[in-house]
């Protein structure tokens, strides 16, 4: 069972500030999280795509339950956190991306 690493935890190790400006909410309710990774896991996805994945509350559930998680992120803050604590946890792919400039180049 891999060990759930709260946000609040996770913001005495890296340096996690909500932005204003790209309206950043964490998602930090255990009980949400978990129907969260529930109703996605229950369609058994091989590969999941996390749009802003943050703090990496749901990532961190997620990527040892799926063959592979991408994650599209563009606040840098979060870049050590998601190479550090989700990436280890299966295969997981970063992307440093704003999600609308993205789909744009596409």
């Given at each position: 069972m891999?060990?759930?690493?709260?946000p609040s935890?996770l913001?005495?190790?890296?340096?996690?500030?909500?932005?204003?400006?790209?309206?950043?909410?964490?998602?930090v309710?255990?009980?949400?999280?978990?129907?969260l990774?529930?109703?996605?896991?229950?369609?058994?996805p091989?590969?999941?795509?996390?749009?802003?994945?943050?703090?990496?509350?749901?990532?961190?559930?997620?990527?040892p339950?799926?063959q592979?998680?991408?994650?599209?992120?563009?606040?840098?803050?979060?870049?050590?956190?998601?190479?550090?604590?989700?990436?280890?946890?299966?295969?997981?792919?970063?992307?440093?991306?704003?999600?609308?400039?993205?789909?744009?180049?596409?």
């Amino acid at each position: 069972m891999i060990e759930f690493i709260h946000p609040s935890e996770l913001k005495k190790l890296y340096p996690i500030l909500a932005k204003k400006s790209f309206g950043q909410n964490f998602l930090v309710h255990g009980p949400i999280l978990n129907t969260l990774t529930k109703k996605i896991l229950e369609h058994k996805p091989s590969t999941v795509l996390e749009i802003g994945p943050g703090a990496a509350s749901l990532s961190q559930l997620l990527a040892p339950q799926v063959q592979e998680l991408i994650l599209v992120e563009k606040d840098v803050q979060f870049k050590d956190l998601l190479t550090e604590i989700v990436k280890p946890l299966g295969k997981v792919e970063i992307f440093w991306y704003d999600k609308l400039q993205m789909l744009l180049e596409v």
